[in-house]
């Protein structure tokens, strides 16, 4: 077999240099990351035999993920958004920290600043045509106690599966509001039942999972941020039972306890009570968030919105 180039002292010589260890300057535990990325860099090289026009399309290829905004595509499908979730699960079991709504990852299509309204909101103002949708619920502490004055902040895809902000036909804020939880802790919306999302299917995240032989699509899903003082803020989802991709998501989403039942409404006096002339849709779902403590993993994630 062919002599390890990483194992000599030559190629030892140039990480040390690479990542810094020459110097006392810089932060030491940054040089330690950089040493391993780039030790497992070659390491890759090497064990896969990977030639340099290969690697300059990798290289040319993680430019274009840059270039087209997919970088919050490519991670969640390559299922590390998920295991930075599994790692804050971790760290709360470790410290204690049990039960309560899970967590899932937030996903590249928030935006802040969504209307705020107490109590209730009417999430859809673009005509859809799909399903109308009902949601209530409420937010609990980890006794089951009501939290009043919780920011529900709701997100989802119209009926298409588009997102507004990322799609010019759409009106800024579409299917986002923020709902503050009214005395008893309860939120309820109306909106239009989501489609799934599918990654753009000429970009380069779908361009990898196709060469992996993966598809890029979303079940159906509702995404929230649940925040109140003194609790952790939640991030999750909720999935729209019945969805065939329901454990199929590209993004590594789903969680048992985040598919809440959903009854379709047909009875025509229950349509015509509720002002409407075709079946709906309801789901309730009631949050449960944990009271802030100390050593505890950060619940607020910090990374760059769109604007
Ligand atoms: C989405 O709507 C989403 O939630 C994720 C995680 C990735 C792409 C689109
Ligand atoms: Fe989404």
């Known amino acids: 077999m062919r002599e390890?180039?990483?194992?000599?002292?030559?190629?030892?010589?140039?990480?040390?240099?690479?990542?810094?260890?020459?110097?006392?300057?810089?932060?030491?535990?940054?040089?330690?990351?950089?040493e391993r990325v780039v030790t497992?860099?070659?390491?890759?090289?090497?064990?896969?035999?990977?030639?340099?026009?290969?690697?300059?399309?990798?290289?040319?290829?993680?430019?274009?993920?840059?270039?087209?905004?997919?970088?919050?595509?490519?991670?969640?499908?390559?299922?590390?958004?998920?295991?930075?979730d599994l790692r804050m699960d971790q760290q709360e079991r470790e410290a204690g920290l049990t039960g309560g709504t899970p967590r899932t990852i937030e996903g590249p299509l928030y935006i802040e600043g969504a209307p705020l309204s107490k109590g209730e909101a009417r999430l859809d103002q673009d005509p859809e045509t799909g399903e109308v949708l009902f949601m209530d619920g409420q937010v609990k502490d980890a006794q089951g106690n009501p939290v009043p004055g919780a920011i529900v902040d709701v997100w989802h895809a119209n009926t298409d599966g588009w997102y507004s902000h990322f799609d010019p036909k759409q009106t800024p804020f579409n299917l986002r509001r923020r709902i503050e939880t009214d005395v008893d802790g309860k939120y309820k919306f109306r909106s239009m039942l989501p489609k799934g999302y599918g990654v753009p299917p000429d970009g380069p995240t779908n361009e990898l999972l196709s060469a992996i032989g993966r598809h890029g699509e979303r079940p159906a899903h509702i995404h929230f941020f649940v925040s109140a003082p003194g609790y952790r803020k939640l991030t999750t989802q909720i999935n729209i039972?019945?969805?065939?991709?329901?454990?199929?998501?590209?993004?590594?989403?789903?969680?048992?306890?985040?598919?809440?039942?959903?009854?379709?409404?047909?009875?025509t006096a229950e349509i015509n009570a509720r002002?409407?002339?075709?079946?709906?849709?309801?789901?309730?779902?009631?949050?449960?968030?944990?009271?802030?403590a100390a050593d505890l993993p950060a619940a607020v994630v910090e990374r760059a919105h769109a604007a």
């Open 40 to 84: 497992d860099v070659m390491r890759t090289i090497e064990d896969f035999d990977v030639s340099p026009t290969e690697f300059w399309a990798a290289a040319a290829y993680l430019t274009k993920v840059g270039q087209s905004h997919e970088m919050g595509l490519l991670i969640p499908g390559l299922g590390i958004e998920h295991f930075l």
């Open 241 to 267: 039972d019945g969805d065939p991709l329901l454990h199929d998501d590209f993004a590594f989403a789903t969680r048992d306890e985040l598919i809440p039942a959903i009854t379709h409404h047909t009875d």
């Open 4 to 34: 390890k180039l990483l194992h000599t002292a030559q190629v030892k010589a140039l990480i040390n240099k690479v990542a810094g260890f020459e110097t006392s300057e810089g932060d030491q535990r940054l040089k330690k990351i950089i």
């Open 275 to 292: 002002g409407l002339n075709e079946p709906f849709a309801t789901i309730t779902f009631d949050f449960t968030m944990h009271k802030e």
